[in-house]
């Protein structure tokens, strides 16, 4: 089967099984290693990617569902010249990365979020990391991160 979507800004055609998870794809084929594949069973979040705006974990979706849609990673989310999304500096500066498994999908994650609420307070944040979970951190430094970044004013700096 031939599926063709949008993969950060580019046409992507696949042709393979539909049923294959599109974190494979990216990987794979695709060499896009910032999305991570840990669990495999959409518990962690690692995995996640925007699929039409939407933050979703791409070890379950089927690369077969894609077709016409629009799908950005964690090394599109950065506009620019900038090296970083400034949702990402924000977690470096409150030194949030560890060992960086879960560091892409929390950003994806995150920014999806704060497109749609631009001024969360802590506890919004807080539900919207539902879903990603961190073995290193204390999840208290990704909350400080995020509401500096809303402090600085960067929400319309958001992907999308």
């Known amino acids: 089967m031939t599926v063709t979507f949008t ?23 695709r060499y896009l290693t910032g999305t ?8 962690c979040g690692a995995c996640t990617v925007e699929v039409d705006g939407a933050a979703v974990m791409s070890c379950l979706k089927p690369v077969g569902l894609l077709a016409g849609s629009s799908v950005t990673t964690i090394e599109a989310l950065a506009t620019g010249e900038a090296a970083m999304h400034p949702l990402q500096a924000a977690f470096a500066e409150a030194d949030v990365v560890q060992c960086g498994m879960c560091f892409p999908g929390m950003v994806m994650s995150l920014s999806a979020f704060l497109r749609d ?9 807080k539900a919207a990391m539902v879903g990603n979970i961190c073995r290193c951190t204390g999840y208290e430094r990704i909350v400080d991160a995020v509401m500096a970044f809303v402090a600085r004013g960067q929400e319309g700096a958001t992907h999308g």
């Open 36 to 43: 991570k594949a840990v669990c495999r069973e959409g518990f």
């Open 117 to 125: 609420t631009p001024a969360p307070d802590r506890e919004a944040v």
């Open 7 to 29: 993969l950060n800004g580019g046409t992507c055609r696949f042709h393979g099984d539909p049923m294959t998870p599109l974190v494979d794809l990216l990987r794979n084929e």
